[in-house]
Each structure stands twice: as structure tokens, then as C-alpha cells.
């Protein structure tokens, strides 16, 4: 079975500066998906960014990039040039390309974003 | 288009009784997940559906939990006999597409469940 482990339970981050949430996995498989999702106060989860392992470029959203080391089986996401509105709590997730679709998370990063 | 939308956002019930949650998909949407999110366990897969038929339902935690999907749209997950371990947040997502694509799985707001 696939497992997340996202190592950092709290982070925090100045107004402007950049900040990297960590993530590992363990799988067997070679071909899957990995995910950071995003869910404020309001519980709704957004996704932020997806990464396909068979792509060795590390996947880009405006200021949302990976880092995605597929041997090491590290998947981290940096945010820069943090705003207010970034802090929530991060959720990494893992996705195999066979399976049914179901999601593998990870137990979630809290980011605090300070002015 | 609309979201998934999720009923209702929060729920107290007395231990023992029975709970019905409820599930729009974006329409369209043949794909249709159940999650749980709760302090000790995080966020854990619960079932999913594809049209009215649940391949998957490999996540739910007892026979006091079950689910059903009509009309390829609207799910219900059922909870009986309710326990203080079922409280949590129930999430819901729904997707166009499912196994082989990178199709994003787009979720509800969620139903808090507070059993006392």
C-alpha cells in the first residue's frame, strides 16, 4: 500500500518570502500521480498543483512550484512570495495511475502566513 | 458551473441514531468519492462510485456505513447506529474522468459530523 508523510505539521512564513512544504512517499509502482491540495478555514479543498511521475519536469502554477524527485521519492511544493491568503493547511497526495482514482493523503501541513 | 455541494454543512446527532449525508457532483461528473477527515486518522478514503455502480469500496470502516449513488448524480452516504468515533468532517469529490487520466478530483465543502 501507498503511503504520504508529510514531515512538517506547522509552518510559518513572512508576507512576500518563500517557503517549502515537504513530502515523501513509498510506493512500488513506476507510474503514478502526486498532488498538493489546499484547504482554508472554510474546509473547502482546492487543488494547487499536480505532478505526473512519468514527466521529469517539475510542474509550475504561477507562484506554486515542485520539487519532484522521483528517486528519492520526494514531492515538495514552494510557494513564493507568500500572501495572507496562502495560509491553510497543505495536503500532499499520492494517486496510482491503475487504481480507481482514490486519493492517498499525507496528514497535512498548517502554514501561517505573517504580515 | 456549480460545485459540488454538500448537505448538510453540519450535523449533531445522539449516539445510536442513524444520519443520512447528501452529495451534488458537478454535473456531468461520472465519478463520485467519499472521504473522511478526522483528527486521528487524517484523510481517509471511503468509496468510490463510478456512475451508480461502487467499484471501490475498499474504505469504509464497518457495515454501519454504506453508500448508494442514483441517477449516475446525487450520492447519500448512510451512517447507522452512530458512534463517537464516526465524528468528522465527510468529504465528498467528483471527477469527469477516472482510472489512466490525471483528472482532478474537485470537492465539496463537507459535512461536519458531531455525534454526542
Known amino acids: 500500500a501507498q503511503t504520504v508523510t508529510q514531515s512538517q505539521p506547522e509552518m510559518s512564513v513572512q508576507e512576500a518570502e518563500t517557503v517549502t512544504l515537504s513530502c515523501t512517499y513509498d510506493t512500488s509502482e513506476s507510474d503514478y500521480y502526486l498532488f498538493w491540495y489546499k484547504q482554508p478555514p472554510s474546509r473547502q479543498m482546492i487543488l494547487v498543483i499536480r505532478?505526473?511521475?512519468?514527466?521529469?519536469q517539475n510542474a509550475t502554477e504561477n507562484r506554486f512550484s515542485v520539487n519532484f524527485q522521483k528517486a528519492a521519492k520526494s514531492f515538495s511544493l514552494k510557494i513564493s512570495d507568500s500572501q495572507l491568503g496562502d495560509a491553510a493547511m497543505y495536503f500532499c497526495?499520492?494517486?496510482?495511475?491503475?487504481?480507481?482514482?482514490?486519493?492517498?493523503f499525507g496528514q497535512g501541513t498548517i502554514l501561517t502566513v505573517h504580515p | 458551473g456549480a460545485g459540488v455541494s454538500q448537505s448538510p454543512s453540519n450535523k449533531v446527532t445522539e449516539k445510536g441514531k442513524d444520519v443520512e449525508l447528501r452529495c451534488d457532483p458537478i454535473?456531468?461528473?461520472?465519478?463520485l468519492y467519499w472521504y473522511r477527515q478526522s483528527l486521528g486518522q487524517g484523510l481517509e478514503f471511503l468509496i468510490y462510485f463510478q456512475g451508480n455502480s461502487a467499484p471501490d469500496k475498499s474504505g469504509l470502516p464497518s457495515d454501519r456505513f454504506s453508500a448508494e449513488r442514483t441517477g449516475g448524480s446525487v450520492s447519500t452516504l448512510t451512517i447507522q447506529r452512530t458512534q463517537q468515533e464516526d465524528s468528522a468532517v465527510y468529504l465528498c469529490?467528483?471527477?469527469?474522468?477516472?482510472?489512466?487520466?490525471?483528472?482532478?478530483?474537485?470537492f465539496g465543502p463537507g459535512t461536519r459530523l458531531t455525534v454526542l
Open positions: 505532478q505526473e511521475a512519468y514527466k521529469q
Open positions: 497526495a499520492y494517486r496510482s495511475r491503475t487504481s480507481y482514482g482514490k486519493l492517498t
Open positions: 469529490a467528483s471527477s469527469s474522468r477516472t482510472s489512466g487520466s490525471t483528472d482532478t478530483q474537485y
Open positions: 454535473s456531468g461528473h461520472t465519478a
